[in-house]
């Protein structure tokens, strides 16, 4: 018999209406002879609520195990109603929580990682004829506590069982019926990838594009998990994402991502000085706090800089006040900070024997009238900072510009 594990996010189990849909879905799959565990999200919207109470109680300085407390209990409604759901159309199935599928992770609440699935609940359970329902996001820490993995972790819950069981596929439904070269809802003329490469998909992920969570895809590379992005609503097939020799003719540019979530500091009139990055760059990985790019101009005298880099807006408040604290070590004038930017990136494998693509984006732009605050480039991908109220706009002409438009 087939095993296979099915994702459903958010949208698709939004309401009772779109539950049953799912539960239909899965009967054809499971009166087809397949073995199906299931991998659920909360209800749209109510990770965010939830999330909120937490903030609105106290925005900076919570217990992360209790916020994970809470933000995981979103699931446990939605695995139990898809249960339900199930069984009143005669299909057997029981729910599991993460800590009873056994997935064990480490102690980083609110970002926790997969440390280990035990397969034997899950596989008992299919063994017995049952579909399981299993809740994503979720796992049990080394003392015994509920983790959760960062938002849009159920994907990665999804991937992590699929290679736990050795299931033959991982379908993860969403509310897009495949991976676009860019965004759908914001580019109209976006194309539907038939496949796209663990590659290409992890670098779109990690900038932005969220159809999947980045662990997900690394999770899925690792261990050859063969995953396939479709839509819950329509019967129609999806995105396969596979090893590079699968795809038969790769674009130089296979798509485009952008990322709301940069803020931008720039630390002005610094001595021009060995030492000075360090002296910057270290009470904040001290902190923490993850930096993305990195522009150092030099005044023309020679004798200051300004050092301009990126964080997350999450993370920004925390930032000003490291540096605040560093005033003195680092010998700084004055610090600006902007949360208003997005970060545009383009994509694709064929950058490694193609000159030009970052050119192709810079004058892109620059036709457009649109200022480039930061560039930071890697072997298959280049990316801008730009002010945020370009977004549409960019995303667009660039689209158009790498031939990605549809006809
Ligand atoms: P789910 O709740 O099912 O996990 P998400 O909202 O996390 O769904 O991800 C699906 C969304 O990802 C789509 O609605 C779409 O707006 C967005 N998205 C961003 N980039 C892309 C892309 N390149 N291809 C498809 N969807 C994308
Ligand atoms: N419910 C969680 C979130 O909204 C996890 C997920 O949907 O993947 O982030
Ligand atoms: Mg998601």
Redesign the pocket.
Known sequence: MTLVVQK?????VADLDRIRNVAARIKRHVTAGEKVAVVV?AM?GTTNQLVGWVHGLDAAGYDTAEYDQVVASGEQVTIGLLAIALQTIGVPARSFLGWQAGIRTDAAYSKARIVEIDPRPVLECLDSGKVAVVAGFQGIGPEGRVTTLGR?G??TSAVALAAAIKAERCD?????D?????????VAR?RKLERITYEEMLE?ASV??????TRSVALAMRHHVRVQ?LS?FEDKPGTLVVDEDEVVESQIVS?I?YSRNEARITVLRVKDRPGVAAAIFGPLAEANINVDMIVQSVSRDGVYANQTFTVSKADLPRALAVLEKAKDEIGYESILADSDVVKISVIGVGMRSHAGIAHKMFATLAAKGINIQAISTSEIKVSVLIAEEYTELALRALHTAYGLDKD
């Open positions: 459903y996010g958010g949208t698709s999200s749209a849009g159920s994907d993860i439904f969403t509310d897009v495949g991976v676009y070269t860019t965004d759908p809802r914001i976006a779109m932005g594009a969220k159809v999947l969570e992005v819950s798509g991502a």
